[in-house]
C-alpha cells in the first residue's frame, strides 16, 4: 500500500482525486521499471523541460509500509549526508536545481564553475541507502541531508525517493523552496528542512562516524561494524560532494574504508551491507 504526499500550503485533494491517485500508484508500484522507461523517453522528448513542471506532474511521492513494532524496537542507522550539491537557481521562468549537464552555460555566466553542482551525487546515495535490504528490514533510523550551503533536512526512513533524476530534484527544488513536504492527508512531514546543528536530533550514546578516502585510520568495515556494541546508536557521516572532503571535527571516530576513492553511493553500499550482515538480514 502506497500513498502519495504534497507540499505543504497546496490545495487539499478531493476524496474521490485521491482515491484514483493511490490506484494510479499502485499500478505505478507493480510495473514500475517500464514506467519508469516510459518516463525518461517523455523527459528526452521534452529536453531540459522545467523541474517544476514534473514535480507538479508528479502524482505523488509513496511511502513504504513502515516498520512493525518490533523492528522498531530494535537498534537501527543513522546517516548524515554532508555538502550535498542541491542549490535552487532561477533559469528562465522556473527554480531549477543547478546541474553541470543541464545549466552549464548558466553557471559559467555567474562564474561558477559547473563541475561543482552534482545534484546525480546525492540521489544516488539516498537510492543506496533506500533501496537497501537495511532500510527494507526497517532498520534506518533517520537520513540527515545537509547542503554545499548548509541547508539542513531530515528525510524519514519509509519514504520512497524518485527514481529518475529530474522527478528527484522537481522533488529538492520544492522542499527547498517550501520547506516541508507532508504525505496528502497527514500532518507528518515526510520531507523537512529543520535547524543546524545535526547534533540536536541524534539519540543519547551516538557514535559520529566520518568517512573519507583520507582519513589516517584505515578499517576493515565489516570487522568494525561487528565489534560495535549494540549500546551504541550508530552515526555514519558520509560526504555527497564532488571534491572536498567532510569536517573532521565533532566525530567520534575518522576512518576509511578502502584503498581506493570511492563514490557516497559504493560507500554507503558498503555501509548497509556491513550492517545487514552484523544484523543477520537477509
Ligand atoms: C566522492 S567522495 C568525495 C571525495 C573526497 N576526496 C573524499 O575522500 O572525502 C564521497 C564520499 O565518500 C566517502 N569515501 C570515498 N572513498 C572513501 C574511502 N576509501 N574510505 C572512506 N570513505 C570514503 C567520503 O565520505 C567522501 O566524502
Known sequence: MVRPYAVKGRRKRPKREVEEVIEEQEVEEVNEEEENRGEVEEMEKEGEGSQDAVADEMVGLPV??????????????????EKASLEVGKVGKNFQILNSDDHANYLRKQNRNPADYRPDIIHQALLAIFDSPLTKAGRLQAVYVKTEKGVLFE????????RTFKRFCGL??????????????????????IKNP??????????????????????????????????INLVFVVGAMAHGMIDKENMEDFISICNYPLSAACCLNRICSALEQKWNIR
Open 198 to 231: 545535526v547534533s540536536r536530533y541524534l539519540p543519547l550514546n551516538s557514535r559520529k562516524i566520518g568517512l573519507s578516502y583520507s582519513a589516517e585510520r584505515s578499517v576493515n568495515l565489516f570487522d568494525y561494524v561487528a565489534a560495535a556494541s549494540d549500546d
Open 64 to 81: 513504504v509500509a513502515r516498520p512493525i513494532d518490533d523492528a522498531r524496537k530494535q537498534k537501527g542507522v543513522i546517516f548524515v549526508l
Open 172 to 193: 529538492m527544488s520544492q522542499l527547498l523552496q517550501k520547506l516541508s513536504i507532508t504525505a496528502v492527508g497527514k500532518r507528518e512531514k515526510l520531507l523537512n528542512v
Open 155 to 162: 528525510i524519514k526512513p519509509y519514504v520512497r525517493m524518485p
